[in-house]
């Protein structure tokens, strides 16, 4: 089993920037597939980006590209989703997930959704 703990959200202004933490805990070697996911009130959860831990490979939505970076640091078991250039349509409840994969392909996969997941935290961007 793994455990995940998200912090960092928060009210910003359109323009600003958020940084969101996960912290891992538990048989973290089990997972190699990490990823952050948002869900808008009345809307689908969506994935924002996902890392594959054994060769560094990223993937995010086109949405987010170039204004959001997920990344891990193994000594903290802790991954990151660095906001930058926030718009109001970024608010949403943003969930972080882990779980393992044969191969990257399935961990940049739209339908992968993890097998953990965390408790979520609330980013509300104003215009």
């Known amino acids: 089993q793994v455990q995940l703990v998200e912090s960092g959200g928060g009210s910003v202004q359109a323009g600003g920037s958020l940084r969101l933490s996960c912290v891992a805990s538990g048989y973290t070697s089990s997972v190699n597939c990490l990823g952050w996911f948002r869900q808008a009130p009345g809307k689908e959860r969506e994935g924002v980006a996902t890392?594959?831990?054994?060769?560094?490979?990223?993937k995010y939505a086109d949405s987010v590209k170039g204004r959001f970076t997920i990344s891990q640091d193994n000594a903290k078991n802790t991954m990151y989703l660095q906001m930058d250039s926030l718009k109001p349509e970024d608010t949403a409840m943003y969930y972080c997930a882990a779980g393992r994969v044969t191969w990257w392909g399935l961990c940049a996969d739209d339908s992968w959704r993890g097998n953990y997941w965390g408790q979520g935290t609330q980013v509300t961007v104003s215009s």
């Open positions: 890392l594959y831990t054994g060769l560094s490979m990223t």
